[in-house]
Nanobody, 114 residues
Framework: QVQLVESGGGLVQPGGSLRLSCVTS????????LSWYRQAPGKPREFVAR????????TYGDFAKGRFTISRDNDKNTMNLQMDDLKPEDTALYYC???????RGQGTQVTVSS
């Protein structure tokens, strides 16, 4: 059974940082491409970043380039998203997705506010 569990969200001031994690189980993590998406109330889902199984450079949504960094730890079956210089418009529910099969977690809320 594929499971993805996100953590690390919270309330942060503009300009601050957060590190999200997605702990997975039920599949061969090292073979999987994984993504982060986000969704704010009343807005469509938005692609944040994707990391691949092989030595291919990650891809990012335009708003994430230069501020967010996606990474993976194959020993811990975990994917991370380091988010720096956060802005109020980054406020959303962030969730991880296993690309093949379109499995997703419940998400972790990120709120950027002063």
């Amino acid at each position: 059974q594929v499971q993805l569990v996100e953590s690390g969200g919270g309330l942060v001031q503009p300009g601050g940082s957060l590190r999200l994690s997605c702990v997975t189980s039920g599949f061969t993590f090292s073979d999987a491409a994984l993504s982060w998406y986000r969704q704010a109330p009343g807005k469509p889902r938005e692609f944040v970043a994707r990391i691949y199984a092989q030595n291919i450079s990650p891809t990012y949504g335009d708003f994430a380039k230069g501020r967010f960094t996606i990474s993976r730890d194959n020993d811990k079956n975990t994917m991370n998203l380091q988010m720096d210089d956060l802005k109020p418009e980054d406020t959303a529910l962030y969730y991880c997705v296993k690309t093949i099969g379109n499995y997703r977690g419940q998400g972790t809320q990120v709120t950027v506010s002063s």
